[in-house]
T-cell receptor
Framework: ETGVTQTPRHLVMGMTNKKSLKCEQHLGHNAMYWYKQSAKKPLELMFV???????ENNSVPSRFSPECPNSSHLFLHLHTLQPEDSALYLC??????????????FGSGTQLSVL | KNQVEQSPQSLIILEGKNCTLQCNYTVSPFSNLRWYKQDTGRGPVSLTIMTFSENTKSNGRYTATLDADTKQSSLHITASQLSDSASYICVVSAAGGGADGLTFGKGTHLIIQP
């Protein structure tokens, strides 16, 4: 176990549904991230939170809405998604967002299918 | 534009054999390079980090090399085991970029056959 827990592990939703992904880290880290992993593509950074403040939004469509109530919890709220949003969504944490030498600790991901 | 290219895209070898995975990058200015292992149904886990001054680093049966001049890295797996079946992802960090300054490769999908 990496100390980062994601729920649910699998999610199937229709394009009109609203759902939320949850991430919790037990490592005492101060930075948390959402990544999207699609088949045969590199991981894509979506959002970064450092000390509960959003520091990066990587041009993500507004149908994805992150929430970080504290340094241990991160949510990704989903609404009116498209089939091309089907992917593995990975949460990660690090000690803090610093100069690039931080090690990321990933959760197991939520495999999302949009019908 | 910063890029990381990994080869081969996929690889199948017999248990007990050795293999080498390649990573070429065009990230500047370079800070460090990490290799991650991602088991099926899991998130990536860091195997090793290489900084500018390091040429070789071992972690058990895994040995990573870095040639900062040619901007190439390799991950060598010795005496492969079934549990080595996974995707191996090369991630290069740009100096001063933070986690959003990371450039990910697409990964090499390795299958170890008994």
């Amino acid at each position: 176990e990496t100390g980062v827990t994601q729920t649910p592990r699998h999610l199937v939703m229709g394009m009109t549904n609203k759902k939320s992904l949850k991430c919790e880290q037990h490592l005492g880290h101060n930075a948390m991230y959402w990544y999207k992993q699609s088949a045969k593509k590199p991981l894509e950074l979506m959002f970064v939170y450092n000390f509960k403040e959003q520091t990066e939004n990587n041009s993500v469509p507004s149908r994805f809405s992150p929430e970080c109530p504290n340094s241990s919890h991160l949510f990704l709220h989903l609404h009116t998604l498209q089939p091309e949003d089907s992917a593995l969504y990975l949460c990660a944490s690090s000690q803090e967002r610093s100069e690039g030498d931080e090690k990321l600790f990933f959760g197991s991901g939520t495999q999302l299918s949009v019908l | 534009k910063n890029q990381v290219e990994q080869s081969p895209q996929s690889l199948i070898i017999l248990e007990g054999k050795n293999c080498t995975l390649q990573c070429n990058y065009t990230v500047s200015p370079f800070s460090n390079l990490r290799w991650y292992k991602q088991d099926t149904g899991r998130g990536p886990v860091s195997l090793t980090i290489m900084t500018f001054s390091e040429n070789t680093k071992s972690n058990g049966r895994y040995t990573a090399t870095l040639d900062a001049d040619t901007k190439q890295s390799s991950l060598h797996i010795t005496a492969s085991q079934l549990s080595d079946s996974a995707s191996y992802i090369c991630v290069v960090s740009a100096a001063g970029g933070g986690a959003d300054g990371l450039t990910f490769g697409k990964g090499t999908h390795l299958i170890i056959q008994p």
